[in-house]
């Protein structure tokens, strides 16, 4: 990916300093695989895909990056051991449906340099970004409640049942799996409650996983985390693990986000990331979004000078946002970057 150091401390911020302050995180990856024609009800949502059409996904992790994506998000959010197992395939096919979701960000990352090469240029007439910078790979891990596929990542109430080691058990050998698979950081997505973080924070340290990871977490009252547990006792969990690298916020409404920032910030000293969903809502029965209730590209970017301003240094895009909302993030922000990087140089 570039010179970044691997040493956890530093990993962001040598990051950070090569994309000029500030980094651009991909969009909703599963919206886009929809909107070119996949049919994503099914229990394994967008994971489906990588039996079902991995070079559609190939082709969205690429159309992110020429949108000027600096970090890609696999499509392993739905992707479980026992998701797999459940449609009848081996342990081991399981595992390795789920290196070939880091695979085939990894072969995008490969194709898009190339075409760095091919087409030299910073910004094509085609509004294409091809432009030679260090791409990181981030290895999607979604909640538990993701994986029960009935929306419950949105509600974080697993009962008294799931306890930390319940959820241990559950992500221990996806999580090594893709540690495993060459992906650059683990990125655990929509993280709806303090006892998941806690697990993960837990199996980051006791599995020796070799790769750090960012923790995300999602609000639907710009306040709490989803299940109503403290942001700030999930934002310290996050705080107290060396393993993790940088701590924000996903698939929340952008107007959450200022405020979501300002109440991180009092709790963490490490590179805090948020990428929003376009503020619709979800529809888990028909797997649906409620069209028409979120923002328009044009109101999402006009916040994220604001989000950066007081402390964002990761942002893109979650559900329902597209690579339009990426390229419209780079362009906002591109300015600020290359100002920055020209004051460093
Ligand atoms: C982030 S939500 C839109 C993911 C989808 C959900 N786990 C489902 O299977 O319906
Ligand atoms: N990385 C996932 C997150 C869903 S909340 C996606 O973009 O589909
Ligand atoms: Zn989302």
Redesign the pocket.
Known sequence: MGHVDLQPSSFISDFLLQTGGVAVIDGGL?TELERHGAD?N??L??AKCLLSSPHLIRTVHLDYLEAGADIIITAS??ATIQGFEARGFSRGESEALLRKSVEIACEARKMYYDRCIEFACDDSEDGRILKHRPILVAASV?SY??????????SGIYGDEITVETLKDFHRRRVQILADAGADLIAFE?VPNKLEAQAYAELLEEENIKIPAWFSFNSKDGVHVVSGDSLLECVSIAESCKKVVSVGIN?TPPRFIHGLILSIKKVTTKPILIYP?SGES?D?EQ?E?VQKTGVSVEDFVSYVNKWCEVGASLVGG??RTTPNTIRAIYRTLSNNRSATASLKS
Request: proline residues 7%; negative net charge.
């Open positions: 599963a994503l099914d229990p949502w967008s959010y739905q979604g409640g993701a994986y029960l596929a009935d929306g419950s990542e949105y929509t698939c969903n979800y888990p797997k979004w979650c559900c």
